[in-house]
C-alpha cells in the first residue's frame, strides 16, 4: 500500500473544522519526551486553582522578531541549520516544521517583510516556505469554520486564491531545497483542495520515497482518510499498520484507529464514547492534540476541571497553540481568574492578533462580567472590530454584541464623555451622532446645557443636520431646561467645541 494513495478521498472543503477537531496544530508539534503517563478519563486531576501558568519566551515570536527587525542573517541561519541537522539525521523533520510554524499567523503586519525577504534573497529556500506557511494559515482564515452550505463561494474562492500562492511558494522552496520535507504539509493540502494531481503529487511521493518514516507527512495525510472526509476506517488501519511495520520507531501511530473513531462519536454526538477513545489513544501516545480534543468534549459537557486538566497538559507540551491559550484563558476568566485570563489571551493575540475566536471569546467575557472597567469594554470593542477580517459566521451577532458593548461602555459615569469624544471624532457619522444625542438627552442635566448648544451648533455648521433638525434640537434642549427647573442653573457661557 502506498503511503499516499487515498483514492476515495473526496474533496475537504471544510477541512478547518477537521483540523480544530484533531488538534492538528497542537499534535503537529510533538510531544515531549518528558510528558507524563496519559491519565484515564477517571483519574484525571480535578483541580481546583488558583492557577498561573509559566510562559515562556515565545520561540515563535522571537523568529518573527528576526525577520520584523530585518535580521536576515541571523533568520536564514537559524532555518538553514534546523534544516542541515534533519539532513544529517540528527533531529526529526517536526522541529524544522516547527520553527517555519512561526510564520503561520494572520498578522497582516508580516506580509511586506515575507515579500521583502522574498524579493532579496531569490536563493534561500527558507523565504518562500516561510511564506508558503503564511499564506496556508491565511487560506484557513479566508475559508471559516462553518459547513460548507453556511459558506459564501466568495470564501471558498479567497481559500484557494491564498493556497495557490502558497503552492507556489512550496514549489519554489523544494525546488532550491530537495530535502525539504517541511514544504510536504502544504503541498498535501494543495492536492486534497485544489485537485492538484499532477506535479504536486509527483513531488510528495518522491519526498514519501526519500523518509519513508517521517510523521511529518504522515500525520498531515491521516485525516483525509477519515469517514467524513470520504475515506474510511478500513483505509486507517490499512495505512497506520503499513507505517507501524516500516517504521518500528513509530508505533503511535496506530493511536489514530482510536482517534479516528472518536471523531465518528463526535459525529454522532456521543461525547463520552469519544471521551474513551481519546483515552485509550493517549495510552498509545500521549499527544498534546490527543489532549487538547478530549478537553473540547469535556468542555462540550460542562466538565469545567477535566478540559482545564487536559488543557494544562496539552499547554506544557505546546505552549503556543492558540486554541489552548484561547481555552484556558476563558476556563479561567469565569473562575475569577482574570488577570491570568487576560495575560493568556494576551500571549495568544500575540501569536496570531486576528483570531477570530480568540478575539470574540475575550470579547464576550469582557462585556458581560461584572464590575468592569471602561478599559474593558472599549477593549471588547476593539476585538469585535478586528474579529470582522476574518470571522465567516453570522455578521449580525458580531453587531449585536458590540452594539452591547457600547451601551454598556456609555452606561458607565464618563459615558456622556466616550460619545462625545466618538461624535467628535467623526462628526458626519450618523451612527455616532444618535448615540451621542439620545444619551444627552436621556441623561440631562442642567450642568450640560452648553454641550447640548455646542452639539446644535456643531451639527448644523458641518451641514448634517438640516434646518428641521436644529429647530427639533433646539425644542428639545428647551423642554429639558423647563423640565430639569433649570433656570439660573444652566450654564450661559459661550459653547466650546470639542474638537
Same mark, same amino acid.
Request: aromatic fraction near 10%; charge should be positive; charged fraction near 25%.
Given at each position: ?34 510528558? =507524563? ?18 510562559? &515562556?519566551?515565545?520561540?515563535?515570536? &522571537? ?78 482564515? =479566508? ?108 508505533? %503511535? ?115 458581560? =462580567? ?54 467628535? @471624532? ?5 451612527? @455616532? ?48 431646561? &423647563? ?13 466650546? %467645541?470639542?474638537?
Amino acid at each position: 500500500m502506498s503511503f499516499f494513495d487515498p483514492k476515495n478521498v473526496l474533496t475537504a472543503l471544510f477541512a478547518l473544522v477537521a483540523v480544530a477537531w484533531a488538534g492538528y496544530a497542537v499534535f503537529i508539534h510533538g510531544a515531549s519526551n518528558e510528558a =507524563a503517563k496519559a491519565p484515564t478519563a477517571k483519574t484525571a486531576a480535578k483541580p481546583a486553582g488558583p492557577f498561573r501558568f509559566a510562559l &515562556k519566551p515565545s520561540r515563535s515570536l &522571537k523568529i518573527r522578531k528576526l525577520l520584523m527587525d530585518g535580521r536576515i542573517d541571523e533568520l536564514e541561519a537559524l532555518l538553514t541549520g534546523l534544516q542541515k541537522r534533519f539532513e544529517a539525521d540528527e533531529i526529526d523533520d517536526r522541529e524544522v516544521d516547527r520553527a517555519f510554524g512561526a510564520f503561520a499567523t494572520s498578522d497582516p503586519a508580516l506580509k511586506n517583510p515575507l515579500d521583502v525577504w522574498n524579493r532579496t534573497r531569490p536563493n534561500s529556500f527558507a523565504a518562500p516556505l516561510a511564506r508558503a506557511r503564511y499564506f496556508r494559515t491565511l487560506a484557513w482564515k =479566508a475559508r471559516g469554520v462553518a459547513i460548507a452550505a453556511a459558506t459564501p463561494k466568495e470564501r471558498f474562492e479567497a481559500m484557494r486564491t491564498y493556497l495557490r500562492r502558497a503552492r507556489a511558494d512550496a514549489v519554489r522552496a523544494l525546488d532550491l531545497r530537495p530535502r525539504l520535507t517541511a514544504a510536504a504539509p502544504t503541498m498535501i493540502q494543495v492536492v486534497y483542495h485544489l485537485r492538484d494531481e499532477g506535479v504536486i503529487r509527483e513531488r510528495i511521493t518522491h519526498l514519501q520515497k526519500q523518509y519513508p518514516c517521517s510523521m511529518l507527512m504522515h500525520w498531515q495525510v491521516l485525516p483525509y482518510l477519515q469517514p467524513r472526509w470520504g475515506g474510511s476506517l478500513k483505509q486507517i488501519d490499512e495505512y497506520t499498520a503499513t507505517v507501524a511495520r516500516r517504521c518500528p520507531k513509530h508505533k %503511535e501511530v496506530l493511536s489514530y484507529r482510536e482517534i479516528a473513531r472518536a471523531y465518528i462519536d463526535i459525529d454522532r454526538n456521543d461525547r463520552r464514547s469519544a471521551i474513551r477513545r481519546f483515552t485509550a489513544a493517549l495510552r498509545q501516545n500521549p499527544w498534546p492534540g490527543y489532549y487538547y480534543s478530549r478537553a473540547m468534549q469535556y468542555a462540550a459537557l460542562k466538565e469545567r476541571n477535566e478540559a482545564l486538566s487536559d488543557f494544562a497538559r496539552a499547554f506544557a507540551l505546546n505552549p503556543e497553540h492558540t486554541g489552548v491559550l484561547n481555552e484556558i484563558a476563558s476556563i479561567l476568566f469565569t473562575r475569577g481568574q482574570k488577570e491570568e485570563a487576560m495575560r493568556l489571551w494576551q500571549r495568544a493575540l500575540a501569536l496570531d492578533p486576528y483570531d477570530p475566536d480568540t478575539l470574540i471569546d475575550r470579547a464576550i467575557h469582557l462585556i458581560y =462580567a461584572d464590575n468592569n472597567p471602561a478599559a474593558w469594554y472599549e477593549m471588547a470593542i476593539a476585538d469585535l472590530d478586528k474579529a470582522k477580517r476574518y470571522f465567516a459566521g453570522d455578521m449580525q451577532k458580531l453587531y449585536n454584541l458590540r452594539s452591547t458593548a457600547h451601551q454598556r461602555r456609555v452606561s458607565l459615569k464618563d459615558g456622556i464623555a466616550v460619545l462625545r469624544r466618538d461624535y467628535y @471624532a467623526n462628526p458626519r457619522n450618523e451612527a @455616532a451622532f444618535v448615540y451621542y444625542e439620545t444619551h444627552l438627552t436621556a441623561r440631562f442635566r442642567c450642568s450640560r446645557a452648553d454641550e447640548f448648544r455646542a452639539l446644535i451648533k456643531h451639527c448644523a455648521k458641518h451641514g448634517h443636520c438640516n434646518g428641521t433638525k436644529v429647530y427639533m434640537l433646539t425644542v428639545t434642549l428647551e423642554r429639558l431646561l &423647563k423640565r430639569k427647573h433649570c433656570g439660573s442653573k444652566a450654564s450661559t457661557a459661550k459653547p466650546q %467645541e470639542i474638537q
